[in-house]
């Protein structure tokens, strides 16, 4: 019970500093959508589908070999975080090289509404943030290795507080400056462009540099110690998972590409609409990010325990319970989280809203993702990294072969649905692979019957009672308190402890 103790310390300061940045994040979405039509937020969306493409590219799964080597016997942990980073440096410089001379190339291609000018700077803002970024992960990654979760806090923080405020700043302080003839004026009029989306990709570019620069303390702690072998032996477990990562973006982020290539201009609305309906099931996302970042360093530091299985396995159950239990509180309160997309107007709003049918579509998607996460360690240990890719590319096919044939008569509920049918597909998967490979006695009867209760819950909330605030909630606790009652026994151990 000590060690879920202390697993579950780590991930609630994860966790809190996760949804904490999160919901700053989210608090610009009402923001967005107020100032920006449905086909603007749409570059937004297409953009950042775009980049979340190509990131894991210069990344090259090397967070997650940094913790398989840092935790083999006898490594040496600081030649593993120099080659790693070293790696990811060469890989981004190579991409900076290559992709910015390309970036009016690029923009030809995009096919957005916006100027082919205003398109190649917001490519070129977008090589920038990639590569800042990739700087950064090995460098977090290490903050994470180190038990600092307070200070993988902070940083988060900083990022978010600074793309936060620099988006206030671009979007309201200076037309507010302008507006009322404050001072500066008339240096700002030169330069500045009301409602301008490029000004949203230059705060995230603030953001990242800032945030590199307060990881300075772990980047002074490189030794450029080369080592060819290590290299090798490293790339070869992280193509795997450099695989597997990128057909994990394309299950997120290629549906959102495809709606704006395979509509009709007269839908390309579309994009937008969906694009901000994601944005209120990206808290069950959050969770699912903040249980990653504990679990994983976690994970690999307690493989060697003699019951490490029967951990993996409890923590598992609790994690079930914890997204299902989102799952219903977020679908009961549909009513509420959709005031932050109702737009600059009526008909604004009424687009926006449209599209909340989605939204438990896409919320238990997410659960199959983080199940998914959680199953996914059997192979990282064992490492055996080619299932990952076997899996997570079968998830991709079905997303990018559905999503072509459904797309164009169903638009983006399509998507949603293909979501949910990628990342339920891939969690069956690895946990029959991975009991066949490295059995972990996980309690199926039971997870599956907390599954199979907010299901049939979320669907009479939200269809047969029609997303009744408080019909949803009388649900939600009832839920709740049924969970309480079967795991009284287990929680009483653990307040014990």
Known sequence: MSTIKKFAGQTAIYGLSTVFSRVLNFILTPLFVYVYPTKVYGI????????????????????????????????????????????????????????????????????????????????????????????????????RADGRPVRFGCLKLINIFTFVGSNLFFLFVVPHIIKSNGYGTSWLIQWYRPAWIGYVFISNLIASIITLLFLLPELLQLQFRFDGSLVKNMLLYSFPVLVANISFIINENIDKIFLKNLLPASQQQDVGIYGACCKIAIFLSIAVQ????????????????????????????????????????????????????????????????????????????YVSLGIYMNLSIWYKLSDQTRFGL?????????????????????????????????YATMMVLSYILGQKNYPIPYHLKKNVAYLLASVVIVYLSFSVFHRNLIIGNLFLILFAAVALYNERKELLLLIKK
Do not use: C
């Open 390 to 422: 076997y899996i997570s590319g079968v998830g991709a096919i079905l997303t990018i072969v559905l999503n072509l044939l459904f797309i164009p008569k169903y638009s983006y509920v399509a998507s949603a649905w293909i979501s949910l049918i990628a």
């Open 44 to 143: 937004f969306t297409y953009m950042y589908s775009l980049a979340s493409l190509i990131s894991p590219l210069l990344a090259f799964g090397m967070e997650t070999t940094f913790f398989r080597y840092l935790n083999k016997a006898n490594a040496d942990k600081e030649k593993v975080y120099s080659n790693t980073f070293f790696t990811i440096a060469f890989i981004a410089a190579l991409f900076l090289l290559f992709s910015l001379p390309l970036s009016h190339y690029f923009a030809s291609l995009m096919g957005n509404d916006a100027s082919a000018a205003d398109q190649e700077r917001f490519i070129q803002y977008f090589i920038y943030i990639i590569v800042v970024d990739a700087l950064a992960v090995i460098p977090f990654a290490k903050v």
């Open 290 to 365: 903040a249980f990653r970042l504990g679990a994983e360093p976690f994970f690999f530091s307690h493989a060697k325990n003699k019951n490490s299985g029967e951990t993996y396995a409890r923590i598992m159950t609790y994690f079930v319970i914890a997204v299902t239990l989102m799952f219903v509180a977020l679908s009961a309160n549909i009513e509420i989280l959709k005031g932050f997309i109702k737009g600059k107007d009526a008909i604004q709003r009424e687009l926006y809203w449209s599209g909340l049918q989605v939204v438990p579509i896409l919320l238990f998607g």
